[in-house]
């Protein structure tokens, strides 16, 4: 069993270090990378889950970033300790991340990922979204928190400055 926390100050290091132990150290050579970079996350939607031995299993982090002026949340880095994938940690810390997000009233989300994985949470490919090269446009998805946020909401995505 595990157990959902926001993330604090001193569940820093654990949580890079499980970035680290899943997606390797190289993962700040991604472009996803460059949009965080010098930036803090949103507080309030960073989740980390414990197991019952009070070790750190899950993260989930959230990045204000904006296309065209308007505002979005960066979805990423989800991860998931190897020894507790398939037991829906990483399904448990999207979906009460969204509720927060949208209690919260932001209104859209964007991330690069597997399509096939998260289209059982919302989200879909996304068109006209334009990413820091080599990201390939088919791992862009999105997910309206409000309806019709999307509409319209073309271009490069930013830092939210």
Not at 111 to 137: A, H, L
């Amino acid at each position: 069993m595990f157990e959902l926390y926001n993330e604090k100050k001193e569940d820093y290091w654990d949580v890079e270090a499980l970035f680290d132990l899943c997606f390797t150290p190289s993962r700040f050579a991604l472009s996803s990378y460059r949009l965080r970079e010098g930036y803090s996350p949103i507080k309030d939607l960073c989740l980390i889950a414990k197991s019952d031995e009070d070790l750190l299993v899950g993260a989930i982090r959230y990045w204000p970033a904006e296309i065209d002026k308007k505002r979005i949340l960066f979805l990423g880095p989800i991860a998931v300790h190897p020894t507790y994938q398939g037991e829906g940690l990483g399904a448990a810390l999207i979906k009460n991340s969204i509720k927060r997000a949208r209690e919260l009233n932001w209104k859209r989300v964007l991330m690069v990922g597997d399509q096939i994985y998260y289209r059982r949470f919302g989200f879909r490919k996304m068109d006209g979204i334009i990413f820091p090269p080599p990201t390939n446009p088919d791992r862009i998805l999105g997910m309206e928190l409000e309806d019709f946020s999307w509409q319209g909401v073309l271009g490069e995505v930013c830092p939210f400055r």
